[in-house]
């Protein structure tokens, strides 16, 4: 099978949708990064998923669904999930929750746990798609497990254009990281994963988030390793200058191979951070990257930037 890259229509979105009912896998874009999509029902679909994408199963999916009733449905919402879910969606923060009794997400999407993760997501391709489809979608990242994660079509036909029946195309992603991960089943909100809705936006809604994740070496979510979004070349982090045999990626203003962003700009370096990525990797062995300030949206790429400079 080698996957049609399909511009989003009426029609398009039709077929996939149709796709998924049969318990194919279908490429989808977000305001995050191109998700790998199948039926989170179904065990069968859920399970050609993993296989696609080389996941362990131990590591849970995220279910996309359209509406605050559809993740009702999947997940009890406290008080505080709400307030969340009022403030950030539809948008890239994906809530971790306990399941509820009415959940039809498959065991096997969940890694057998008592919890789910949820996000609705904002792009209109994806919505346009849950809806057509009518039910809630698992989307892990469209890219091989450990891998750089796809922010346009190209990008997924590259990676996985053998595995999916069809990729809908909705240009280059907007934010270019994956949704920020709050953890909700605790005593007040945790954050899991930085990520493209930064920290300081849900602090200023919720006060401040617990961090249990501090410590890469021990996970606080199952998907959560150290070594992720993984290169070939090796990545030196934090250069001031690159060394003769290394490309530059950098960010501010001056010199480099390819830059983040010349105005030193975090938004613009987060959505351009795994396409140059991937450029960079084609071309060079080894890549010299700038400091990154880390507020802000900077957390979350200096977190990519570090697991994808781990060996
Ligand atoms: O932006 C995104 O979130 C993208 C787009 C496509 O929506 N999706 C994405 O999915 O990044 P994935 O599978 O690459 O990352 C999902 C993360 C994993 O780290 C997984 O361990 C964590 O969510 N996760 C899922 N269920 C969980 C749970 N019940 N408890 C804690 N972490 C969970
Ligand atoms: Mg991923």
């Known amino acids: 099978m080698t996957a049609r890259i399909l511009p989003p229509s009426p029609d398009s979105i039709a077929l996939a949708a149709d796709a998924l009912k049969r318990g194919g896998l279908v490429a989808m874009p977000t305001e995050t990064v191109y998700g790998l999509a199948a039926d989170a029902t179904s065990d069968s679909a859920v399970a050609a998923l993993y296989e696609a994408k080389g996941r362990p199963r131990f590591n849970p999916l995220i279910a996309h669904v359209a509406s605050l009733e559809a993740a009702a449905m999947q997940a009890v919402l406290s008080d505080e999930a709400l307030?969340?879910?009022?403030?950030?969606?539809?948008?890239?923060?994906?809530?971790?929750?306990?399941?509820?009794?009415?959940?039809?997400?498959?065991?096997?999407?969940?890694?057998?746990?008592?919890?789910?993760?949820?996000?609705?997501?904002?792009?209109?391709?994806a919505r346009a798609l849950l809806k057509a489809f009518g039910g809630p979608l698992v989307a892990p990242s469209a890219n091989p497990s450990g891998r750089v994660s796809p922010t346009t079509a190209a990008h997924v036909a590259a990676d996985m254009g053998e595995q999916v029946e069809a990729i809908l195309d909705g240009g280059p992603c907007d934010l270019g990281l994956e949704s920020t991960i709050v953890d909700c089943t605790g005593n007040g909100p945790a954050l899991l994963r930085a990520g493209a809705l930064a920290t300081d936006e849900i602090e200023a809604v919720y006060g401040t988030l617990r961090r249990p994740g501090s410590d890469p070496q021990t996970p606080s979510s199952p998907g959560q390793l150290l070594r992720?979004?993984?290169?070939?070349?090796?990545?030196?982090?934090?250069?001031?200058?690159?060394?003769?045999?290394?490309?530059?990626?950098g960010f501010g203003p001056g010199d480099a191979t390819l830059?983040?962003?010349?105005?030193?700009?975090?938004?613009?370096?987060?959505?351009?951070?795994?396409?140059?990525?991937?450029?960079?990797?084609?071309?060079?062995?080894?890549?010299?990257?700038?400091?990154?300030?880390?507020?802000?949206?900077g957390e979350a790429i200096n977190d990519r930037l570090r697991r994808a400079a781990q060996r």
């Open 228 to 249: 992720h979004y993984a290169p070939k070349a090796a990545l030196r982090l934090n250069a001031a200058a690159p060394a003769e045999d290394e490309a530059f990626l």
């Open 259 to 297: 830059n983040l962003s010349e105005s030193a700009n975090l938004r613009e370096a987060a959505a351009n951070l795994f396409a140059m990525l991937r450029t960079l990797d084609s071309r060079h062995d080894r890549i010299a990257v700038a400091p990154i300030p880390s507020t802000g949206l």
């Open 83 to 125: 307030v969340l879910a009022a403030a950030f969606w539809p948008g890239p923060l994906t809530l971790v929750l306990p399941v509820s009794k009415s959940c039809s997400v498959c065991d096997l999407a969940r890694a057998g746990l008592d919890t789910i993760a949820v996000r609705m997501p904002a792009h209109p391709v």
